[in-house]
């Protein structure tokens, strides 16, 4: 998927809130996107989480971690100097699918 930020997919606005509303919205996004393919998290082989600030990881990660369940894919986190419309965290996802006949 390209990256993900906080859209209210109803809205197209940001949703307010901190970086676990954020977090939490954005996990949110990516799992539609994988159920819209056929897929879930267990599909996932790689995600990158970009982060505003690298002292919001603990609390990410516990959204993170509770989103994904079971699935653990390869993941890098880096903290950026600026995100797209003002956000304090995007995550993109590459899943892998078997080819289909």
């Given amino acids: ?15 307010a809130g901190d970086v676990v509303v954020q977090a939490e ?8 996107i994988l159920d819209a393919a056929g897929a879930s998290w267990s599909d996932v082989v790689k995600t990158t989480v970009y982060l505003l ?3 919001d990881f603990p609390r990410v990660n516990e959204v993170y971690a509770r989103a994904l369940g079971a699935a653990r894919p390869a993941r890098s986190t880096v903290q950026v100097s600026a995100l797209p419309r003002g956000v ?12 289909r006949a």
Avoid: H
């Fill in 53 to 55: 600030d690298m002292n």
């Fill in 1 to 15: 998927t390209a990256g993900q930020i906080a859209l209210d997919p109803s809205s197209g606005q940001i949703v």
């Fill in 25 to 32: 919205r954005v996990l949110a996004n990516l799992r539609a």
């Fill in 88 to 99: 304090l965290v995007e995550i993109d996802a590459v899943a892998s699918l078997p080819r």
